[in-house]
């Protein structure tokens, strides 16, 4: 067990002797890109000046230039260059003109020695594998011409079909590769893996090509090929191969069998190597982690999560702005990390691209004499500091999201904690104070009574002023309003709370909030607190009485997305509190199953249906599930659930539009084309699930 290390001193010396050789010219410099090679022992940087020219440089892990490469590889093509490392060489794609590979030795002068394949006109694809060979994908009447010691596997397009490559893995005598493919006129898409010989064999036709080859796995039911993340190896013998989506929640394992593993985040990047399966998954508002899954743990899971990453490693806050697949990338011998952390710019040509970030330590190497799970070197869990911070807050999100639940647990160890749901009847004189009808002497007369808000502010006062509490509220309130009319006065009253005060309002956003904060609004501000920069007082109107509120007194208010609400709050109330955003978890899920179906599994597919027709704002919370973790009957209760919770959702957000959910969700069948909910006996209703979700 170990963690992986970022190599600090390789970073520093790159981007020093770039600084040195650019600087020189008196020129600055971006590193456009960099990709690592299969053994880890080298970096491919290519570098952008200032001018728009474009650089190749070849670096080891070490930090140090490859010999020979001083002063790097001009690349004259302004148009868009891709590089490939491979085993013994740096391939450069350019697309100017028809297109050309150029093959540059790590061994010899590069300038010099570098073999070149020119297209007659661009390919679809380009592809240099760990063996030095060049994979071309492209239009049979392509063109092209290569030195005769370059190998080169052209793959034609075929006519009115598909194919969308996701890896190539060859070994001395044959190419994998993972594709997802439909026949001309066919309608359906089939992720396959399919092998080539080498050399390959004769064809004079598109179709020739294709029919010849050997399919060895296929899957009738791929993702999306829009950022996917692919990679194909050959383990024992066998090929195995992974698919997965940029910030999608799944992966695809082809092996003897397809499974589809749940992930507890956002997939960033994924490659096998010798040690397992390594991920980098990203958690929204949390964490970026990497790890491995080895190889016995994948043929055992239906999910996979965090504890199941050997090695698992923190490298930082998850900003997916900042991550692309493209920039990162894994020694075979899952030794080397490379993390790529970007930003964008103009360029003086007009054109727009990505480039690194210097200062970030993008290379990183296992070390087995330290902690898995890098504790003590992140930040905690941020809401805690947003409350300290603002004092009031609201939490919004779609239903089930855990909203409320969290703010009583924040408040779990407070002073004192209250809980109030906002209403259309709710009002200034419930939360604050306000006439109230009583009797006296048998008649009926109105007194002034205090509200929840006043109440807590009044029992936090006391307790910062005395130092004690749990007196009776008409003698704290009297201490109180003494202290704050004498600070009112004029004179210099110190003030030091003590203890935490947690008001919980949930659904805030039912009630009239200007109408029920009245001039309360002001003191929400966290420097208008009582001993505070802009301490404020005001006076009542009811009662006359002096008010504020103190520094210890926290406000949590919980609103759902799906009302739209947030929008409609005027500025005057927005700028007064802080706004934390609650998704959907459904890792929180992943260890469970109830009949063959992963519930993590089952609400990402919903969830991803009901985002792309509706918005996030309308997904379904993790805690609709929470009464099936529960249960020990779990078939049972996730019926229960589907019936009568996700289902009427699902009407209400599809009506009259059944075929669109059907696409979305092959297998569905709880709906039928009129729209009514379908009765089901338990194995009928989890075969549809099992359908629905693709598991088997």
């Known amino acids: 067990m170990g963690r992986f290390e970022p ?15 650019y600087e020189e010219e008196r020129v600055g410099f971006s590193i456009e890109e960099m990709k690592l090679s299969d053994d880890g022992k080298y970096l491919a940087v290519l570098v952008r000046d200032d001018y728009d020219s474009r650089f190749l440089h070849a670096f080891y892990t070490s930090g140090d230039p490859v010999k020979g490469w001083e002063g ?18 740096i391939g450069v794609f350019s697309k100017c003109g028809g297109g050309e590979v150029a093959l540059y030795p790590l061994e010899e002068p590069p300038k010099e020695n570098a073999l070149r394949v020119a297209f007659s006109k661009p390919p679809i694809y380009i592809l240099l594998t760990p063996n030095d060979r060049v994979v071309v994908f492209g239009d049979m009447s392509i063109n092209f011409t290569a030195p005769a010691e370059t190998e080169v596997l052209f793959i034609p397009k075929l006519p009115g079909g598909y194919a969308f490559f996701h890896g190539v893995y060859d070994t001395e005598e044959e190419a994998y590769i993972l594709h997802t493919f439909r026949e001309p006129n066919g309608k359906k898409s089939v992720l396959r893996i399919g092998k080539v010989p080498f050399p390959v064999y004769p064809y004079y036709s598109a179709l020739e090509f294709w029919d010849g080859m050997e399919i060895v796995a296929t899957y009738t039911a791929p993702p999306a090929v829009k950022g996917a993340i692919g990679d194909v190896w050959v383990r024992d013998g066998r090929p195995i191969a992974l698919l997965g989506t940029k910030m999608g929640t799944e992966i695809y394992i082809m092996d003897k069998r397809t499974t589809v593993l749940p992930l507890p985040g956002e997939l960033v990047f994924a490659r096998f190597t010798e040690r397992g399966l390594f991920v980098v998954i990203g958690q929204f508002r949390g964490y970026l982690y990497g790890g491995t899954v080895s190889y016995e743990k994948l043929e055992e899971k239906k999910s996979i999560s965090l ?25 075979r011998d899952g030794q080397t990390l490379y993390i790529g952390r970007t930003s964008g710019k103009t360029s003086p040509s007009g054109g727009f691209y990505y480039y690194l970030l210097k200062d970030n330590p993008y290379l990183y190497t296992l070390k087995t004499d330290k902690s898995p799970t890098g504790e003590g070197e992140v930040d905690e869990d941020p809401i805690p500091g947003i409350i300290e911070a603002f004092r009031s807050v609201i939490f919004y999100g779609p239903p089930g999201t855990g909203k409320t639940q969290r703010a009583i647990q924040l408040a779990k160890k407070a002073t004192r904690l209250e809980v109030v749901t906002f209403h259309q009847s709710y009002s200034y004189e419930d939360f604050v104070e306000g006439f109230r009808p009583a009797e006296q002497d048998g008649r009926l007369v109105y007194r002034v009574e205090d509200g929840i808000l006043k109440r807590m502010a009044v029992e936090a006062i006391y307790h910062g002023i005395t130092g004690s509490r749990g007196a009776d509220y008409e003698e704290m309130k009297k201490v109180v309003v003494d202290f704050l009319e004498r600070k009112k006065n004029g004179e210099k009253l110190e003030f030091h709370p003590k203890g935490k005060y947690y008001l919980v309002i949930d659904e805030i956003n039912r009630g009239n909030i200007s109408r029920i904060l009245g001039d309360v609004i002001t003191l929400l501000d966290h420097d208008k607190r009582l001993g505070e920069e802009m301490e404020t007082i005001v006076t009542l109107p009811y009662s006359g009485e002096p008010f504020s509120l103190p520094p210890n007194l926290y406000i949590i208010g919980t609103m759902n997305s799906t009302d739209r609400s947030i929008a409609f709050l005027d500025m005057a109330l927005r700028r007064r ?27 990402s597919k919903i969830n991803e249906t009901i985002e792309e027709e509706r918005g996030k704002d309308y997904t379904i919370g993790h805690g609709y599930f929470m009464e099936v973790v529960r249960s020990e009957d779990k078939v049972s209760a996730l019926k229960r659930v589907f019936y009568y ?16 959910l059907r696409r979305a969700l092959p297998g569905f069948s709880f709906i039928d084309e009129k729209g009514r909910i379908i009765e089901m006996s338990d194995e009928e209703f989890l075969e549809t699930l099992r359908r629905m979700v693709n598991e088997k």
């Open 577 to 603: 509190f802080a706004f934390v955003e609650f998704l959907p978890r459904p890792e929180e899920l992943g260890h469970v199953e109830v009949g063959g179906v992963n519930l993590q599994h089952l609400l």
């Open 645 to 660: 919770k996700i289902l009427p959702l699902l009407q209400e957000y599809f009506y009259g539009n059944w075929e669109a």
């Open 72 to 89: 790097g590889v001009p690349i004259p093509c302004q148009s868009d260059v891709i590089i490939f490392p491979g085993k013994n060489y």
């Open 307 to 331: 504890d199941d990453l050997e090695d698992r490693t923190i490298f930082g806050r998850y900003n997916p702005e900042f991550l692309d697949p493209k920039f990162s990338g894994i020694s």
């Open 7 to 21: 190599v600090k001193s390789a970073v520093e010396r790159i981007n020093s002797y770039l600084s040195e050789e």
